[in-house]
Each structure stands twice: as C-alpha cells, then as structure tokens.
C-alpha cells in the first residue's frame, strides 16, 4: 500500500516538472493530490464602497477578470497534471484534485493540508510568478521552514 503524496501545484513549468518528478519516480500505488492554492479575491471583486478610490472601482472588473482567468488556467493545469499521472500508471482514483481558497498564506496552507494524513509535499522550486516572488519571497522555502511532521520534496 502506498502513501499520500501532496503535490503542491500552481500553473506554472516547475510545478509540472514536480507532477513529472512524481509520474517517473513513485510507485503508482500511492495516493496523489494535486493542491492548489488560490488567492482570496471575491471579496475585493465584491467591494463597493464610497471610500474607495476612483481608480480602483475603474478598473475593479479588470481585476476579476483577470482572476478568473487565472482560476482557469490553473484547472487546466491541473487536468493536464492528472493526465500525466494516469499515463503514468496512476489509477484516476488515487488522482485527487483539490482548489482551495488561501487563508494562512499559500505556504502556510499547503502545509496545514499535509497534516491530513500525507506522507510527503511535493513541490517545483520556483512555481510562483516573479511578481509574488518579488513581494512575498519563495513559497517552496516557506513549506521548508513551516513543515514539522512531513517530509519535503523540492524538484528543481
């Protein structure tokens, strides 16, 4: 019987190299989840409020517009992941997907999922965009640090 294997993923080319990592090195008897953390924008796409600068109420739909196209372009990744696995031998049953919404940070959240059970984080070096990185550092050091109980597996 194999384990449960959290892979940490987002959109981006290092989060698939992780899923790849995952498909040619495990068993395909261990039980894989695909998580993804997403930002936590409707309440802003929800605003409306006289305090609000002009600007921002301006360009307010662009913005969830944008969120919503990201919301989509990570489910794609996310069926394509699921694909790789399944070629790979992976029973479709043991490929979870799994979208949450962030609430402690995106590392935080991800390591807070592992405590249900998982035996190992998975998880591409640098998955986030330069931006994030630039502003909020490198969300694969932060599951390094946060993780106490779990093994963590950085695939460059």
């Known amino acids: 019987m194999g384990c449960k294997i959290l892979v940490a993923f987002d959109d981006s ?27 936590n924008t409707a309440a802003l796409c929800e605003m409306n409020s006289p305090e609000l600068t002009p600007y921002f109420v301006s360009q307010q739909g662009s913005f969830c517009d944008l969120e919503d196209k990201k919301r989509s372009l990570v489910q794609d990744a996310i069926q394509k992941a699921k694909s790789v696995l399944t070629d ?25 999922e592992s405590t249900s059970g998982y035996g190992i984080i998975v998880m591409g070096r640098r998955g986030i965009s330069g931006i994030k990185e630039f ?19 950085i695939v460059n």
């Open 13 to 39: 080319k290092n989060a698939m190299r992780a899923v790849q990592f995952v498909a040619d090195t495990f068993s395909t008897d261990n039980k894989i989840t695909l998580l993804s953390v997403l930002d």
């Open 88 to 112: 790979a031998g992976f029973k479709p049953q043991n490929v979870t997907t799994k979208l949450i919404t962030r609430k402690k940070g995106t590392a935080g959240d991800i390591v807070e």
């Open 135 to 153: 502003l909020f550092g490198s969300i694969s050091q932060k599951v390094l640090q946060l993780a106490k109980d779990v093994s963590v597996l």
